[in-house]
């Protein structure tokens, strides 16, 4: 029996590091409330979540700027997400290229799939879920590289807490 326990583990060791949980990105985690102590937002939407803008502490290389969305009434980060725009087709490519990468390390397998204007890919684990692309604006020759990580439980329970919620 000790034999097939240290065959296992050797198996194990082997297929390389298990995939992370979606849940903390840039520093923040998913369906945890935001400290009381955290600033102002920076904006509401127009359905009543509030915006967290910050500079965000991992992937800062390919995001300047990222924001949490906020549940108005208990405060539980709904998502997290970071958007660049890039004039440099080149540039846009690498920046995608660095993000694909970095997301198959953390979270293993992504899928692909093609869209009209761009390649969508997205990782699922139970209820949450990141999307990631890059897009490129034919009108002004620039490129779009995007990302977002969502709670979906906390976001379905925030969709129906925004009726119930005056803000000020």
């Not at 985690?29 to 600033?39: D, K």
């Not at 995001?63 to 108005?72: D, G, I, N, T």
């Not at 604006?137 to 709670?151: E, G, S, W």
């Not at 906390?154 to 119930?164: D, L, Q, V, Y």
């Amino acid at each position: 029996m000790p034999l097939l326990f240290a065959l296992a583990l050797a198996v194990a060791a082997g297929k390389g590091q298990a995939a992370e949980k979606i849940g903390t990105l840039f520093g923040y985690t998913l369906g945890q409330a935001l400290p009381a102590t955290q600033a102002k937002n920076d904006a509401i939407t127009p359905e009543g979540y509030l915006v967290y803008r910050f500079a965000p502490n991992e992937l800062a290389d390919i995001f300047p700027l990222a924001q949490v969305r906020v549940s108005p009434a208990t405060r539980t980060i709904i998502d997290i997400a970071a958007a660049v725009i890039v004039d440099s087709e080149d540039e846009a490519v690498k920046k995608f290229a660095a993000l694909k990468e970095w997301m198959e390390k953390k979270y293993g397998k992504v899928e692909h799939k093609k869209l009209a204007y761009n390649d969508l890919y997205t990782i699922v684990q139970k209820n949450r879920k990141i999307t990631f692309f890059l897009r490129r604006d034919p009108l002004n020759d620039q490129h779009l590289v995007y990302c977002n990580a969502m709670d979906l439980d906390a976001f379905g329970k925030a969709r129906k807490e925004i009726p119930k919620v005056k803000l000020r």
